[in-house]
């Protein structure tokens, strides 16, 4: 009897104290949940009621009808295109450069900190610093036209032209590669170096062991930096603006300046439908890597 009243008194004092860390925690939570809403729940939610309807302002249900106006739109299916090219040829280009740079990092390189160093500085440079570097390269009376030249071959008008979105890729994969780089160094740190010592033991080579060792291990990491490389990707339109303007060439007229149009003419209905399609794809997108990755880690288990 007194065992069952003293593991009674522990369970209410153990539910006491779980109530109240639960209210301090909820305080605090407060007021970020409710920035969060404010700032985005609330829009997002209207955002995707004014798609349906014909008007912002007592505006009637009109069901799909903006939708298929938008489909049916050239600049947003150029813009949707676009953007999709984008994000599948750079995407894996930066997964690939920013593990072979931290693989290359763990090994002792002359100057590794100062690689690292310059690495990692495009991410506290203002965007307007960059965009200003880029267009002195690009820049039809630029650096790089100097130097073709002075090699004797004709200049190219980069920003105008189907080379626009290479450069939009070299200014995404420089201003992003160092975080993925940090992120890869972290995950190839955690992998016991006993794994790599059993393999040689037992005769792997240095490929066999990166399948078999660094890959698996390494997936986690890999699924995390490919879905913020895919977040960062759908950013791009900072740079892009600076460098373009409002309407760029039509390679690298993305979502972004379809939306940013749409809202300079005040054509609210087609801004929150593309806006709601774009978010879609990015959540079917992610919902997609995140259950692959759980399958993953499950079968790791």
């Known amino acids: 009897m007194k065992l069952l009243t003293s ?8 539910s006491v104290l779980l109530r109240k860390d639960g209210a301090a925690a909820m305080l605090f939570l407060t ?6 809403a404010v700032f985005y ?3 997002l939610a209207m955002g995707v009621l004014y798609s349906f309807q014909d008007s ?34 750079s995407v894996p280009l930066i997964v690939a450069l920013s593990l ?49 030249q002075m090699l004797h071959l004709e200049r190219v008008d980069w920003m105008k032209s189907d080379w626009s979105i290479v450069v939009l ?24 170096q006993d794994y790599y010592e059993t393999a040689q033991i037992e005769g792997a080579g240095k490929l066999r062991q990166w399948r078999h060792i660094t890959l698996v291990y390494l ?11 895919i977040i960062n990707s759908f950013k791009v339109f900072r740079e892009t603006y600076l460098i373009a303007g409002d309407y760029p060439h039509d390679r690298i007229y993305m979502l972004q300046h379809y939306m940013n149009n749409m809202f300079v003419s005040l054509d609210v209905q087609k801004l929150t439908a593309a806006a709601t399609l ?18 993953f880690r499950n079968f790791m288990d």
């Open 100 to 148: 072979l740079l931290a693989h290359l990092l763990r090994q002792r390189l002359f100057m590794r900190n100062l690689l690292q160093t310059a690495f990692v500085l495009p991410l506290v440079v203002p965007v307007a610093s960059i965009v200003m570097v880029w267009q002195i390269v690009f820049d039809w009376n630029g650096t790089l036209n100097v130097w073709m």
């Open 169 to 192: 890729a070299v200014v995404y994969t420089w201003k992003n590669v160092g975080y993925n780089m940090i992120l890869f160094l972290a995950g190839l740190q955690n992998i016991p």
């Open 41 to 43: 729940l609330i829009p």
């Open 278 to 295: 774009m978010v879609g794809c990015m959540l079917l997108g992610v919902s997609g890597m995140l259950a692959v990755e759980r399958r």
């Open 56 to 89: 912002t302002v007592d505006g009637s249900f009109v069901g799909l009808d903006n939708y298929r106006a938008l489909l049916a739109s050239a600049s947003f299916r150029k813009a949707a295109a676009n953007t999709f090219l984008f994000t599948g040829v």
């Open 219 to 229: 997936t986690p990491t890999m699924f995390f930096v490919v879905l913020m490389s």
């Open 31 to 36: 007021p970020s949940l409710l920035g969060f």
């Open 7 to 14: 593991i009674r008194r522990f369970g209410r004092k153990l």
